[in-house]
């Protein structure tokens, strides 16, 4: 990219004037329709949407679902004879279930990172949903402890790259305020696996145990991994990039994509290019303490939501075969698949992500609350419809980080990973405390899921107060005389350059800014 030497060095900026490219001033009147689309990009832009969600959100939606039933068909197993076939203690199978986790996490920042200095999202994701559909499906042959431990461990490493990735992904093609329905939508993928993961699972169990001489968890494990394999040559081959390079988008197309991300960021969605820039970023994103606020929400939420691992194993209390509690699992994941749409739709419609982080909170502590002190069917079954309104809490946190975080793309790409990571960090020591000797209730595992809501919801105010804060002074800088660094100026070039427009309406763009509380 080229510089512009002949800028001149002015760095003090009245309300009513600003540098523009040529070194003369333009009035922000002047440059004030930069800050929104043109009518005729408006319509554009409707076009552009549908054909990004007709294409992009299936395909990511899914390898989610088939993501989520891959990693948690190790519960399912369980209960298909998986203990039973390989010696497994309580304590071996707690084990293989955290160990994926503690892969998971150690590769998702480099990944991320890696993932954005190549920018082929397509051959990178497709790549290690087929590497871990081959995993899921040799995982069928083990034969002992060691065999599952090293299976499972395996499949954190090569499922690592596609969530927190998918996650940048998406904030690479829509807009803040497009973000929570399609982080909802997109979260839905596990939602429609754990429903029809474990109905799935309950017909190999009833249809295919002992066909071949295989039990009915190996096939399980055979029939989801060849599904994903499949699935991730199709994602190589047809998931598009980015749209500045997305071949079926018309020159008009790119532009406006292009366009609505930098007026929705204040800037141009673009790195330097190099590994310096990814680096830059990372260390942007471990200065930022409203990365450290969001990961350990994040860690909270999943902390709290780590009953989903045991789903089968809950609904098993009820007093029911195997076979039906799988297949009860199933409504409460249908029920909050339905409603997270609806979430979501709310949430971007009115511009708001606090409420709607804080209202499933109450609602899944009495959720807790119910199981852990009632044993009649009715009360305890629909106790799972509550704590499942922690999922809603999902799509939230993700575009919340996105609007909280929102630039440069590699801070953002380096956020995504790290909070995805502790987050799930919370996957490690979950598991442990679902203890054989607590059923029916699981009270000291569910009180421990109250406790971390709660926190979440501390953590929820606290990050409000720090964004209100930080559009006051925004408020103060577009009403004040503002003072322009070098730095400030080559950022405003580097959008002016991008976006083919004036220093002038770049600058307009970052007055024109604030973040979504």
């Given at each position: 990219?080229?510089?512009n030497h002949?800028?001149p060095?002015?760095t003090?900026?009245?309300d009513?004037?600003?540098l523009?490219e040529?070194?003369?001033?333009t009035t922000?009147?002047?440059a004030k ?9 408006k ?6 949407k549908r054909?990004?969600d007709?294409l ?6 899914l390898?989610y679902?088939m993501n989520y039933?891959?990693?948690n ?11 039973e076939?390989?010696?497994l203690?309580a304590?071996q199978y ?5 160990i994926?986790f503690?892969?998971?996490?150690l590769a998702?920042?480099p990944?991320n990172?890696?993932?954005?200095h190549?920018?082929?999202p397509?051959l990178y994701?497709g ?9 899921s499906?040799c995982?069928s042959?083990?034969k002992g402890?060691?065999?599952i431990?090293?299976?499972r461990?395996?499949l ?14 998406l904030?690479k093609?829509y807009?803040k305020?497009?973000l929570n ?5 997109f979260?839905s993928?596990?939602?429609?696996s754990?429903?029809?993961?474990n109905?799935?699972?309950a017909?190999?169990?009833s249809g ?7 039990a009915?968890w190996?096939?399980l494990y ?8 499949a699935?991730g040559l199709?994602?190589?081959v ?5 749209p500045h390079t ?7 197309m790119?532009h ?17 290019p190099?590994?310096k ?7 942007l994103a ?5 990365t450290y606020?969001?990961a ?7 902390g709290?939501?780590g009953?989903?691992n045991f ?19 199933a409504?409460p994941?249908?029920?909050?698949t339905f409603?997270s749409?609806?979430?979501?739709i709310?949430s971007?419609r009115?511009?708001?992500?606090f409420?709607?982080f ?11 609350l119910?199981f852990?002190?009632?044993?009649s ?8 419809f509550?704590m499942?309104?922690?999922f809603?809490?999902n799509?939230?946190t993700?575009s919340?980080?996105?609007?909280a975080?929102p ?6 790409a380096?956020a ?17 405390t679902y203890?054989p000797?607590?059923k029916p209730?699981y009270?000291?595992a569910?009180?421990?899921?109250i406790?971390l ?11 409000r107060?720090?964004?209100q804060?930080?559009?006051k ?10 003072v322009?660094?070098?730095?400030d ?10 976006e083919?427009?004036?220093?002038a309406?770049?600058r307009?763009?970052?007055?024109s ?5």
């Open positions: 990219m080229a510089a002949d800028v060095r002015k003090s900026l009245t009513h004037e600003i523009n040529k070194g003369t001033t922000f009147e002047d329709h930069i800050a929104e689309l043109t009518p005729e990009e319509e554009i832009e409707k076009k552009l054909r990004i007709s992009i959100m299936p395909l990511v939606i390898v679902l039933i891959d990693r068909n190790y519960a399912a197993a369980r209960l298909q004879g998986l203990e076939d390989l010696n203690t304590e707690q084990v293989g279930l955290s994926l503690v892969a998971y996490i998702q920042v990944s990172l890696l993932l954005n190549l920018g082929k397509s994701l790549f290690f949903t087929t590497a871990w559909g081959l995993v499906a995982t042959q083990v402890y060691g065999g431990v090293a299976c461990f395996i954190g490493l090569v499922e690592a790259p596609f969530f927190a990735g998918v996650l940048f992904y904030s093609w807009t305020s497009e329905l399609r982080m909802s939508i979260y993928g596990s939602l429609i754990g429903a029809f993961g109905l799935i699972a017909g190999i169990l295919l145990a002992g066909k071949q001489g295989l009915a190996q096939w055979i029939i989801e991994g060849v599904i994903t394999v699935i199709v994602i190589m047809i998931l598009p990039d980015f997305w071949r079926l988008l018309s020159p008009e790119k406006v994509a292009n366009r609505r991300l930098a007026v929705d960021a204040a800037e141009a969605d673009v790195d330097e190099g590994l820039s990814q680096l830059h970023g990372l260390k471990f200065t930022d303490i409203k606020i969001l350990i929400a994040y860690m909270c939420i999943t709290a939501a009953f989903q789903f089968p194993t809950l609904t098993a209390t009820l007093g029911y075969n195997h076979t039906v509690s799988l297949l009860l699992v409504p994941y249908v029920f909050m409603w749409y609806a979430h979501g709310a971007d009115l511009r708001n992500r409420w709607f804080i209202y499933p909170i109450p609602l899944t502590i009495v959720g807790f119910v852990m002190f009632t044993d069917f009715g009360p305890k079954y629909f106790s799972f509550l499942v309104f922690v809603a809490m799509g939230t993700y919340w980080i996105a609007g975080i630039r440069p793309p590699a801070k953002r380096a995504y990973a790290f909070i995805n990571s502790v987050g799930n960090s919370a996957s490690i020591w979950t598991p442990f203890r000797q607590d209730h009270r000291p569910l009180g421990i899921c406790a809501q709660v926190i979440a919801g501390i953590l929820g105010v606290l990050l107060f720090l964004l804060r930080e559009n002074r925004l408020d103060r800088m577009a009403s004040e005389d503002a322009l660094t070098e730095k100026i080559a950022r405003l070039q580097k959008t002016a350059e991008m083919g427009t004036s220093i309406e770049a307009q763009l970052q007055k800014y604030r973040y979504m509380l």
